[in-house]
């Protein structure tokens, strides 16, 4: 049998499938009629009533005081900045871990965390780890660089104009920063890379954003580059796009590994082999002998770096704080280390793309609000503080994995937590 | 100057910081105490006042309310079996696009969808991308492959001890199998594949998981299966994990994109080239010609695949109708194409590791449950027909994003919804 | 400075260029007049004779010496299975090593090797790492697995029709297979696997080679393949591709990291303390410190695995056995990895992509067969252990510059042999 | 059968082999004596015969002469300074290909172009693509960026003091510079961009390097620099490596794709529609067609950018002109790509990471410098254009392989020039 044995198994799944309807027919395009969704930019408890008897053919009234309750109700025009087409809010469930104590360069005491999640066992995992990371004097944290990316391409005729064009740009470096800079009073454009690939020409543009996470700002500032060099560029262009698929904006990449997006912080503890027997019921040595599996393990799958399970702490951290949930996607990957120091264990993560912002955003929605609240971490002057909790929460993440797989305890959290409450 | 200005710019404000406050022990672990927040996994009015009340230095009693509000406060025992340590909820506003009509394998009908975010434009986008794609006759869509994976390592003191393993591992295949299947009504493990590094051998565990995203199923499952293998195998085996960090669970891998984890979606359209005029505002040749620039710039990024941003469309549907949203990381990654098909235009998403679930997870609670009937797709046999409207969701946002970048309308497009409302 | 000063320093040198010449008409085409070479299949003294007049503008009558020498053109015909267009042959000088001890499933003894290269260092650097694996009484080694892999391409009209062509061809394979190896004695057709992406379809075909690489062997098995499919499968197809860029023929890939391509083997010795110290001048704990910086740095410069100069190994051996050195690309990537063993250091290294033969391809010219006669693995019955070697040969390379590294020689040596004669 | 059949297939093959033999003996360490090759830098008639008296039992006479022949004996000291060890000269066929016209920056005039290979169609397959380029009007190639890089690794106790380490590099960046530089005539030291990964700092240092392809020169100019810093820097550091594996030497890397080693080259033609008929013998769109599926292919199986084999022009070219083989596994990495211009075909690569030196290395050794002198390329000055030429190679063998698998011919070429002869 030279097919292996689970294409076989599915295919006769949709073989079953296929046989009891005429499949050709299913597939293709049809020219029913519908009436689209009128969309509405401001929100209202009318526009949300008129939504809601549209949907009644599948949701019921339950459904619907689920979703458009009083509380949201009381003044749907709150989201109006965030959304569009508004029809109520879903409800994640907030837990509370901590106190984490973190002793970073930006954040500096001890802080209790809001995690997000519909998924058990998670925030008791982070709670763990935090604990023990607390019970070892506190997590080591600094903000090392930002820079959120974006690269606009430029197509030209021949390689020859693309280099004529590149030479303009760093020509006119200083005039276009004025123009980028313009349209934003937080962000700044700190480096221009050009990158060629024959005829087309992108620019690596990195901007710091303040307090934000910074994604439209730097769209924007980025806008108005593109405009002023398309403006007073002598040599001819084809085309030009804001973004060349380069950036890394919500995915992960090599670019962002390499050389970072966003926030890059890194975060450290050394735990003593005690704290390590008490807190999390296993040995230095178990977690350094998983530590060399799980690193292979990483290679071998092909991740981008080498860590658990940032995105389980990312995106609990990133819902209950009003960030870009979606930004998990490039923010998940990086590099946690787990290394002897004598008897003790070195712990540390470094995370290159961390997309947070303590304004703008989610970050003024009541619920959102009162998370950074609890962080004490809202509005200005707090973007760089609330990076370096992100990563100091990835950082009790790891421990609490590594040492629940270190000491077989993995599976049977999830088995009490989840299944069998 | 040698050192990337980027660099020196960033040091600045380090040296900044670092002279306004004593850097060195700032950044110390500290003894000080602590009173650690006590676990709760049961959640009642009097956990919940508790842990405020912990919380009350740095959170205002508006902000409890937003999180803890009488709706959530109803029944807090209602998240017991989804988090640890609850202190209310956080609400994420929730848009509705429709209908998406989709000519699927498993889901057939026209759809509206729940989006939950706080990024704006981003509904208003994928409700473009889902009028022009259900004008055009809809979207087909097929699961092409199912397979959850974990994959538990072994180690050996030899290369030799890792070969036999192998041997008996064969052999036993069929006994390992009803270990593991025994722990489910619903999984079933429909491959094992050994990959051996010198002496530690990963097994790949792939299982069809019926309607849940099943990723506490297949750890249990496999769970079984090793403890099985620890029980009868006669090879001396020097220590064993549930994962050896190679599933790629909770994060982008090649493996996914080669081999693929969870469900394999593929979903497709033919845009007429009215369509594109009419409902995009561009055409398809600039959709095309932008197209060949973004695949330049997946390539040159480092990217897992090339696309524009599942992970928008993905954390908007997996929040709104309870999936879990770390996913997000491991899910957006494939491939999106656009060709010309005579005068019009064939887009297409492949996305390897969607991860849904009709039951099971976060799809049991009260705001999650309505976006799932919304969909119409709660319950037992709807797992297939779940994922591939969230493929067809995702295919609705590359169209309407490669649109706009094309047309360049997509500065324009945030500069409104985020920033002037 | 926004822009990085080694691009401005690069912009200097383009500039300076500019100026001294018309840039713009010197990339131009230009439809002056010339005379392509005649292609030449079977070589003689006229055609060789031939070819060098018309080089003469360039080159000398030393450099026709130099590579058409009198034992070269003893019998130029000899090449003819080899190369077009003759004109002689570039002399690569050889280095040996030795005894190399392998205590391998299929290598199994005392090996000098032969090792051709222009860098000076790399063959000391290679024999001092076998003397220590030697002392330490040889590497144990095994192949692991076969399969070269070609990866035809089928493109349809839809999505449907690319789900009933796997069908087909699943219920096919038996057939399928035949015609495959109807058109080799050696090859054999171990595994098909569809990979769908829409309306495309790749068929991963792995088949073993015998003794033989197998590069062409799996071309033309897969042609016959293909043929068969198109002849006979009733579904519309749109066009076929022998090779869909999907195998990693030739190139580094992730799906060679994962799954293998060629021959997979693993390698590994313990070296005791004393001979670390004794050989290698330096410790294990600083070899093992080393390795952790190393690995460190394999991830974040994005790296297939985890490997010091793999490709050093394998292109002196390869060009030295008449191996297809283009192979460099896709074998050169893998793990090496460093642990304790109690005092002692366990040092491994595992390659899934190695492409040797001990037949075929450049085995058989005259210096070529002597490289593998002096590894006594010429002809039928030796490519198993031919590719042992080559891991074992890869991991003392590990051995030696991970050792050098670690101990601050690696400089020194590259100074001294290469610089300093 | 839930294990793949290939897995069970190989298992089969390898019991068969352990019940031959008793396997577990067979692989253990073995302490026989052994006497080591006595180690030899300066070759001599002597040593040379003292070898192969070593080699006897394996090797023949005829194996000693076709190694060992006259011409090469003449003076086995000419290979001092690239080769340890020596034992004779292994013999490469060369081919010619040619004129290849190319409009460069740095090359520009028509070359014909040596290439050693033993793989049969090779040859024939460039010849193929350089006939279509010139007939096209040549290529045009711009040599867009240099950058040699090591990466020096320092490890220290803190974050805290990695960043203080960075802040005094940043500092002392100039007399650091100056120390790199003493070290060298030709190489210049252009970028230091430090990378910390919490407590350890990589230094990416990237040099122009003239001429020469430069590996040893940025060796020994970093270790000055590394000398200087640990001389002078404040900061305890717990130890540094010259090279932390992280500057992409001699393997493929995202850092080496994103950000180039090496010197970054372009090059590109526009074949005429008729061009492609009367010389490839398919048509544009068939190469447009067969383009998207091996992109596609490309991105699926996780390639490093996308190309059809790079790696078989490189080893080719830098066997033939004495550059270092081993580096085809990071040169080897890079973007092909094809459009449509009009009715005709514009097609380019641009290849980040070409090490190539016009001067150094093997290119002084008898038959190598024969390879340069045919192009026209040996000695100072002439290291840019050769670089150039080397991307133009690529760029025929992108075109002609395109063409051949796009029109059906791949497999045919193989068959008739490797087997049929």
């Known amino acids: ?20 309807e005429p499949i050709q027919e299913q597939m293709l395009p049809s020219d029913a009629e519908f009436t689209t969704l009128r969309p509405v930019r401001k929100a209202s408890e009318a526009s949300v009533e008129k939504y809601w008897s549209r949907l009644s ?22 989201y109006n900045a965030n959304i569009e087409n508004f029809i109520g809010t ?15 360069l930006n954040a500096h005491r ?49 390689l020859l104009d693309a280099g004529l064009f590149v030479e303009w740009v760093v020509r006119e470096i200083d005039a276009l920063k004025v123009a980028a800079e313009s349209t934003t ?38 806008n108005a580059l593109c405009e002023d060099i398309v403006a007073r560029c002598p040599v001819a262009m084809k085309t ?15 670019l962002g590994l390499v ?32 530590g060399q599996v799980a690193n292979l393990g990483s290679h071998l799958s092909g991740q981008l770096g080498a860590q658990a399970h940032f995105a389980n702490g990312l995106a609990a951290f990133y819902i209950a704080t009003g960030q870009d949930a979606a930004c998990v996607a490039e923010s998940a990957i990086g590099i946690t280390r787990m290394e002897p120091r004598g008897d ?46 992100a990563a100091a929460v990835c950082l009790c993440g790891e421990i609490s994995i590594v040492a629940a797989i270190a000491a077989g305890h993995f599976t049977r959290a999830h088995e009490n937590l989840a299944r069998q409450r």
């Open 344 to 389: 003790d264990l070195f712990c540390s993560v470094t995370m290159p793309n961390i997309l947070v912002g303590s304004v703008g955003g989610g970050t003024g929605l009541p619920s959102q609000s009162a998370g950074l609240n609890i962080l004490g971490l809202k509005g200005a002057g707090k973007g760089a503080a609330l990076a370096e909790v």
């Open 90 to 104: 879903v409800k994640v469930p907030v837990g509370i871990i901590g106190p984490l104590r973190i002793n970073g």
């Open 185 to 222: 009073g937080h962000g700044q454009l700190v480096s221009v890379e050009p990158v060629i690939d024959n005829n087309i020409v992108f620019l690596i543009c990195r901007y710091t954003t303040g307090d934000a996470a910074g994604q439209n700002m730097v769209t924007i500032a980025t």
């Open 57 to 78: 053919e599948t949701a019921s009234a339950d459904d619907r005081a689920a979703l458009a309750d009083p509380l949201t109700m009381e003044a749907p025009d709150r």
């Open 259 to 290: 050389t970072g997006r966003g926030r890059k912080v890194s975060a450290s503890v050394v735990l003593p082999a005690d704290v390590v027997q008490s807190t999390l019921g296993t040995s230095v040595q178990a977690m350094l002998d998983y």
């Open 1 to 20: 049998m030279t097919v292996p044995s689970h294409i076989i198994e599915m295919l006769k799944k949709l073989r079953a499938r296929y046989e009891a």
């Open 240 to 254: 030009w796009y804001i973004e060349g698929n380069f950036s890394g904006d919500k995915k992960a990449s090599f």
């Open 110 to 158: 001890d802080f209790h965390v809001p995690m997000a999640t519909t998924e058990a066992a998670l925030v008791a995992s982070y709670a763990r780890g935090a604990y023990a990371a607390t019970k070892a004097g506190g997590i080591s944290t600094a903000l090392l660089y930002e820079g959120v990316i974006r690269t606009p391409a430029f197509v030209f005729d021949t």
